[in-house]
């Protein structure tokens, strides 16, 4: 079967850097996505990676280690609006390439 | 519209009645999916679609669970004969290629919220 571990919560201080971590267990790895969802909104993609390594997009990094089915997402410089819930997504090619989600971590920023 | 539309944004239903949710998706968008996410928990996939292929229907939940789309447009989820647990956020979510490649990431539009009673 498919399994997607991220935390469940996490808090931490406006102006810092926080890491959120994934590991997965799933067959014909395709890819990883990162997806920030606000309470009552859409999720919204933030980053994607094949390749072993870090990808970095302004305060948003996503790192990639496909041999230890582990991914981080690292925000710096925290921000209020940062609060939301953080998906990890996995495309799996065994089941035409679905996104199998995880269950999200909720960050939480306080001043 | 700009982005991934659905309607009604909030559903209350009786158990035992059907309920149809609808979805539009952003232009253009030859793929289609429905996701399921139930209170505090992760998307749960139900159906996918692609252009004129068959439908991916493997993570319909039961066959009180059914979805069409016109071609390349409008797609609408139907759940009959609904129950409780059918409770949740069902969002809808369109991309240019199959299953978000990486410039073409899923465009999720804000979910209907159902709630059987």
């Known amino acids: 079967g498919q399994n997607i571990d991220q935390p469940t919560e996490m808090t931490a201080t406006e102006g810092a850097i926080v890491q959120i971590n994934c590991t997965y267990q799933?067959?014909?790895?395709?890819?990883l996505f990162w997806y920030q969802q606000h309470a009552g909104e859409a999720p919204t993609f933030l980053s994607y990676?094949?390749?072993?390594g870090l990808e970095e997009k302004g305060r948003f990094s996503s790192f990639l280690s496909r041999s230890k089915g582990y991914s981080y997402l690292l925000l710096k410089e925290l921000q209020m609006k940062d609060s939301a819930s953080y998906l990890c997504?996995?495309?799996?090619?065994?089941?035409?390439?679905?996104?199998?989600f995880g269950a999200g971590t909720i960050l939480r920023v306080k001043s | 519209g700009a982005g991934v539309s659905q309607s009604p944004s909030n559903k209350v239903t009786e158990k035992g009645k059907d309920v149809e949710l609808r979805c539009d998706p952003i232009?253009?968008?030859?793929?289609l999916y429905w996701y399921r996410q139930r209170l505090g928990q992760g998307l749960e996939f139900l159906i996918y679609?692609?252009?004129?292929?068959?439908?991916?229907k493997s993570g319909l939940p039961s066959d009180r669970f059914s979805a069409e789309r016109t071609g390349e447009s409008v797609s609408t989820l139907t759940i009959q004969r609904t129950q409780q647990e059918d409770s949740a956020v069902y969002l809808c979510?369109?991309?240019?290629?199959?299953?978000?490649?990486?410039?073409?990431?899923?465009?999720f539009g804000n979910g209907t919220r159902l709630t059987v009673t």
């Open positions: 979510a369109s991309s240019q290629a199959t299953w978000g490649e990486r410039n073409s990431p899923l465009h």
């Open positions: 799933t067959s014909g790895f395709n890819g």
């Open positions: 990676n094949v390749l072993d």
């Open positions: 997504a996995v495309r799996v090619m065994e089941y035409g390439n679905k996104l199998v």
């Open positions: 232009s253009g968008h030859t793929a």
């Open positions: 679609f692609q252009g004129n292929s068959a439908p991916d």
